[in-house]
């Protein structure tokens, strides 16, 4: 077992840009999405290093679980992995959106999982703002009639972010993302969005993209809507050179964000795999039997049976498993 890199899956919804070459992404005309660790039908991640170059992460999973995944890794996970990793430039601003749980999305038919998520800020315009939420006076007729009446905006709650701010979107909340801010989104494993209110914009043929209107209005937990709160970062020191800090930790995905400079020490110890996404830098993985270097803007998977390994450099990270 060794460190996957992996080819980036481009997206090129109408809102992107092409800020994503700050971060090393090699693309032609505008890109809105790079989806950096996926197992999805949308896109699924190409190994593009070492024995398994240029095989799907997807295969390598069915064929090695127990080395790629982990001893303690739900059965639910090596069937459907857990996680969809992402960079976002919104160069223009996001659809107004919602997404489902688990059980709305079984319900449906569907075969994702509903979509818990969260956003780290990588860089934001000055008054950037992204939408969390609805404001505390409006309840399920109030947003009924805003839709129908085409207020939506109204009942909004829009938040400041800068660079370096962390914010969870559970399901079932009301959000959207506002131009002029890239960030790294760490979700569960689905392509399930509703949109709400698509500002009346046209995609390149000319047509207004669909909305989703009655099934949104199935999802919006309006209660859990009027709760936005940016994370709360405090880090700790782990040894010289060394800080991290846990972004969150619930039944979804753990993030942590480690601050490096000099050597970190990390050990994959055959129970669940590990996602580094590097957010500013470079750094150098020695492990058992080689190395490989990653950059700015890289993910890379470390397999459950790779042992110990070690990271050196100065750089910015987050830290991604189950």
């Not at 989806?35 to 170059?53: A, L, Q, T």
């Not at 701010?165 to 079932?172: E, L, M, R």
Request: charge should be negative; glycine fraction near 8%.
């Amino acid at each position: 077992m060794y460190p996957f890199k992996f080819r980036p899956v481009y997206k090129d919804y109408i809102w992107g840009g092409e800020n994503l070459k700050k971060y090393n992404k090699d693309f032609s005309g505008n890109v809105a999405e790079s989806w950096e660790v996926s197992c999805h039908p949308d896109g699924n991640s190409i190994i593009k290093n070492g024995e398994y170059k240029g095989l799907p992460l997807g295969q390598i999973i069915k064929t090695h679980p127990e080395d790629i995944m982990g001893k303690y890794i739900p059965q639910k996970y090596i069937e459907k992995f857990p996680l969809l990793i992402k960079l976002i430039d919104a160069n223009d601003k996001l659809s107004v959106q919602v997404h489902p749980d688990d059980e709305y999305a079984k319900l449906i038919g569907s075969s994702d999982f509903g979509k818990n998520e969260m956003w780290h800020i990588l860089e934001a315009k000055p008054g950037a703002k992204l939408i969390y939420g609805v404001k505390e006076d409006v309840d399920r007729d109030k947003f009924i009639k805003s839709v129908k009446e085409g207020t939506v905006e109204d009942c909004l709650n829009f938040i400041e972010v800068s660079p370096g701010d962390t914010i969870y979107i559970p399901a079932g909340v009301v959000h959207a993302i506002g131009e002029g801010i890239l960030l790294a989104e760490v979700q569960q494993n689905s392509n399930l969005t509703f949109r709400i209110y698509d500002y009346n914009r046209v995609d390149k043929n000319g047509k207004t993209r669909e909305l989703h209107i009655d099934k949104a209005i199935e999802v919006i937990d309006f209660e859990k809507s009027k709760k936005a709160d940016k994370i709360k970062e405090e880090c700790i020191l782990i040894n010289d050179g060394v800080k991290r800090s846990e972004l969150i930790n619930n039944e979804y995905f753990v993030i942590e964000k480690y601050y490096v400079e000099g050597k970190v020490f990390d050990r994959a110890d055959g129970s669940k795999f590990i996602v580094y996404v590097v957010l500013d830098g470079e750094c150098q993985i020695n492990y058992k039997s080689g190395s490989e270097k990653i950059k700015k803007g890289d993910s890379v998977f470390i397999p459950a049976a790779m042992g110990d390994f070690e990271m050196s450099g100065e750089f910015k990270a987050l830290r991604i498993h189950v």
